[in-house]
């Protein structure tokens, strides 16, 4: 399956809040002219396949949404794609701690990888990737201290993974059409996504 045109980063403490399955039902909404180029990301830290797949038990959401989340600590269970497959995920992302970690075997998960450095996209794209999100493209407030790369860094990236790269930080509905001219084939948001999730739909609407 293509790499999603656009990504939502679910906010952290996401697992927390109450409301978070409508702000999943609300998205799925807003970006069904998308279809399936639309996916959320969940994003949790030093979780275990059984605590995926319980929390994931516990939300509810759109059957047709893309769903992905951080990469399990316990991922060479022989088992644990087919578990999370099974419980709806379509998508593991390895965090910069898990970046150059070997992936050829990881099915039937796609699998997404960060990076920050377009000098390792081949690297990591050899590694075992379905997509590499490249980031930071501009400045962010998450990542203050960051030196955006710009387009001219993304496009590097893009020699190396033509067609696989997603662009993320700094990502705004004026500035998608940037990433895609660069080569980019989608964009990751956070914040927009979840309160102008509209504006960047009718941005990347002529994708």
């Given at each position: 399956m293509a790499p999603p045109l656009l990504m939502a980063i679910a906010p952290d403490g996401w697992y927390a809040d109450a409301t978070f399955a409508d702000h999943l039902a609300a998205f799925a909404g807003a970006t069904e002219p998308l279809g399936e180029s639309a996916a959320v990301y969940l994003r949790a830290h030093g979780w275990?396949?059984?605590?995926?797949?319980?929390?994931?038990?516990?939300?509810?959401?759109?059957?047709?949404?893309?769903?992905?989340?951080?990469?399990?600590?316990?991922?060479?269970?022989?088992?644990?794609?087919?578990?999370?497959?099974?419980?709806?995920?379509?998508?593991?992302?390895?965090?910069?701690?898990?970046?150059?970690?070997?992936?050829?075997a990881w099915q039937p998960l796609q699998v997404s990888r960060v990076c920050h450095n377009p000098h390792d996209a081949r690297r990591r794209w050899l590694l075992g990737s379905t997509w590499l999100v490249v980031s930071p493209i501009f400045t962010t407030p998450s990542k203050p201290d960051a030196t955006p790369l710009g387009g001219a860094g993304l496009a590097?990236?893009?020699?190396?993974?033509?067609?696989?790269?997603?662009?993320?930080?700094?990502?705004?509905?004026?500035?998608?059409?940037?990433?895609?001219?660069?080569?980019?084939?989608?964009?990751a948001v956070q914040r927009a996504a979840w309160t102008n999730v509209e504006t960047l739909v009718r941005s990347l609407g002529n994708a």
């Amino acid at each position: 399956m293509a790499p999603p045109l656009l990504m939502a980063i679910a906010p952290d403490g996401w697992y927390a809040d109450a409301t978070f399955a409508d702000h999943l039902a609300a998205f799925a909404g807003a970006t069904e002219p998308l279809g399936e180029s639309a996916a959320v990301y969940l994003r949790a830290h030093g979780w275990s396949t059984a605590e995926w797949l319980a929390q994931l038990e516990r939300l509810p959401r759109p059957p047709a949404l893309r769903v992905g989340i951080s990469l399990p600590v316990d991922a060479d269970l022989p088992d644990a794609s087919e578990l999370l497959s099974e419980a709806g995920v379509d998508f593991v992302h390895l965090t910069e701690r898990d970046a150059d970690r070997p992936m050829q075997a990881w099915q039937p998960l796609q699998v997404s990888r960060v990076c920050h450095n377009p000098h390792d996209a081949r690297r990591r794209w050899l590694l075992g990737s379905t997509w590499l999100v490249v980031s930071p493209i501009f400045t962010t407030p998450s990542k203050p201290d960051a030196t955006p790369l710009g387009g001219a860094g993304l496009a590097v990236a893009v020699q190396s993974a033509p067609g696989r790269v997603i662009a993320l930080g700094g990502i705004t509905a004026g500035n998608t059409q940037e990433c895609l001219a660069a080569g980019a084939v989608g964009v990751a948001v956070q914040r927009a996504a979840w309160t102008n999730v509209e504006t960047l739909v009718r941005s990347l609407g002529n994708a």
